[in-house]
């Protein structure tokens, strides 16, 4: 197999692909991915850039395309990398609950009915620091008409739609007794428990969390969740390894650890946050779901600072971009060196 020069030529100008690449390296490093599988989907991950670019797309939409299957590329080999990765190790940890964040108005457009009567006209519900809203919200999702059957569109699924990947990431609170977890990673405002689950945050803006009954669920489907790997199209806060010793008992325990936004903003040493897992995504109106929760922002959630370049020395180190990019450059080199 040859280095794939096309593609490195456009990740490593980019920031969010620099980001994409050190993570797929690093799963290779650990075992999540085998070395194989990762040259396999570089390639594939290239001629997808290649096919696409006279169309004005990207190397994102191409990731996409080859992660789930969706590829139309001529005489290219059917292949889908997601959720076909690890199983959880034999010690690894089978949660009773999961749980799952939306941001406010994904849940409004995707999940909820609004052809049903709202307690308030839309879209006012939840959002911000209304209180009275949040009181709404809870005697709104006491009903149990208001999500959108899964039969009627392809949005009302709990993590993506089966046409784009069906992967859904879910946290635990089970294992926040073993690692010492502040109550407001699950218990503050939508933008605490977000950052502590490495998500974006929106000034102003409500979360939405599902609580799933992990136990039905595999009942019904006979699988569990695994670890994530960069194949799962995560978003861009994503980290394969971990910093410090809460990251490092998630992994002994079949789990991925996120970055936690707030603590990389505060230059922390331990930028750990919460326990993640991948699974099938799951319709909204299938039964698994036992409590819907409103997280509201916080009352100083104006004094709001974005953690980007924070990040890229938590995942980088202190390197100038240049350097980065030679190193990544190198050990891709080195995967494809028989």
Same mark, same amino acid.
């Given at each position: 197999?040859?280095?794939?020069?096309?593609?490195?030529?456009?990740?490593?100008? /980019?920031?969010?692909?620099?980001?994409?690449?050190?993570?797929?390296?690093?799963?290779?490093?650990? $075992? =999540?991915?085998?070395?194989?599988?990762?040259?396999?989907?570089?390639?594939?991950?290239?001629?997808?850039?290649?096919?696409?670019?006279?169309?004005?797309?990207?190397?994102?939409?191409?990731?996409?395309? !080859?992660?789930?299957?969706?590829?139309?590329?001529?005489?290219?080999? %059917?292949?889908?990398? !997601?959720?076909?990765?690890?199983?959880?190790?034999?010690?690894?940890?089978?949660?009773?609950?999961?749980?799952?964040?939306?941001?406010?108005?994904?849940?409004?457009?995707?999940?909820?009915?609004?052809?049903?009567?709202?307690?308030?006209?839309?879209?006012?519900?939840?959002?911000?620091?209304? +209180?009275?809203?949040?009181?709404?919200?809870?005697?709104?999702?006491?009903?149990?008409?208001?999500?959108?059957?899964?039969?009627?569109?392809?949005?009302?699924?709990? $993590?993506?739609?089966?046409?784009?990947?069906?992967?859904?990431?879910?946290?635990?609170?089970?294992? /926040?007794?073993?690692?010492?977890?502040?109550?407001?990673?699950?218990?503050?405002?939508?933008?605490?428990?977000?950052?502590?689950?490495?998500? &974006?945050?929106?000034?102003?803006?409500?979360?939405?969390?599902?609580?799933?009954?992990?136990?039905?669920?595999?009942?019904?489907?006979?699988? /569990?969740?695994?670890?994530?790997?960069?194949?799962?199209?995560?978003?861009?806060?994503?980290?394969?390894?971990?910093?410090?010793?809460?990251?490092?008992?998630?992994?002994?325990?079949?789990?991925?650890?996120?970055? +936690?936004? $707030?603590?990389?903003?505060? +230059?922390?040493?331990?930028? &750990?946050?919460?326990?993640?897992? !991948?699974?099938?995504? =799951?319709?909204? &109106?299938?039964?698994?779901?036992?409590?819907?929760?409103?997280?509201?922002?916080?009352?100083?959630?104006?004094?709001?600072? &974005?953690?980007?370049?924070?990040?890229?020395?938590?995942?980088?180190? %202190?390197?100038?971009?240049?350097?980065?990019?030679? /190193?990544?450059?190198?050990?891709?080199?080195?995967?494809?060196?028989?």
């Amino acid at each position: 197999m040859s280095v794939p020069v096309a593609l490195l030529g456009v990740l490593l100008p /980019d920031n969010m692909g620099r980001r994409w690449l050190r993570n797929a390296l690093d799963a290779a490093d650990s $075992g =999540l991915l085998s070395r194989d599988t990762l040259k396999d989907l570089l390639l594939d991950l290239q001629a997808e850039c290649t096919h696409l670019s006279p169309k004005g797309m990207g190397w994102s939409e191409a990731l996409t395309n !080859v992660c789930t299957g969706q590829s139309d590329r001529p005489g290219r080999t %059917p292949r889908a990398y !997601v959720l076909a990765g690890p199983t959880p190790p034999a010690h690894g940890h089978s949660a009773t609950e999961w749980t799952h964040l939306v941001p406010g108005a994904t849940w409004l457009t995707w999940h909820v009915d609004r052809t049903k009567p709202s307690p308030r006209p839309w879209p006012s519900f939840p959002c911000g620091q209304d +209180h009275a809203a949040l009181a709404e919200f809870r005697e709104f999702v006491q009903r149990k008409d208001w999500s959108i059957p899964s039969s009627r569109g392809a949005g009302a699924w709990i $993590g993506r739609p089966a046409d784009q990947g069906a992967t859904c990431w879910v946290s635990t609170a089970e294992l /926040d007794a073993a690692v010492g977890a502040p109550p407001e990673e699950t218990q503050g405002h939508s933008r605490e428990v977000g950052w502590a689950l490495g998500l &974006d945050h929106t000034p102003g803006k409500a979360r939405v969390r599902y609580r799933i009954d992990a136990r039905a669920v595999r009942a019904e489907r006979t699988d /569990d969740g695994r670890r994530p790997t960069p194949a799962d199209l995560p978003n861009g806060w994503f980290r394969t390894g971990s910093s410090g010793a809460r990251g490092a008992r998630f992994h002994h325990l079949g789990w991925g650890a996120t970055a +936690h936004l $707030g603590a990389i903003h505060e +230059h922390r040493a331990d930028t &750990d946050g919460r326990p993640e897992q !991948v699974i099938a995504s =799951l319709p909204v &109106d299938g039964g698994c779901v036992t409590q819907v929760d409103c997280l509201l922002s916080a009352n100083d959630d104006d004094d709001f600072a &974005d953690p980007h370049a924070a990040f890229e020395v938590a995942l980088h180190g %202190p390197a100038d971009p240049a350097d980065v990019s030679a /190193d990544l450059q190198a050990r891709v080199e080195r995967l494809f060196t028989p």
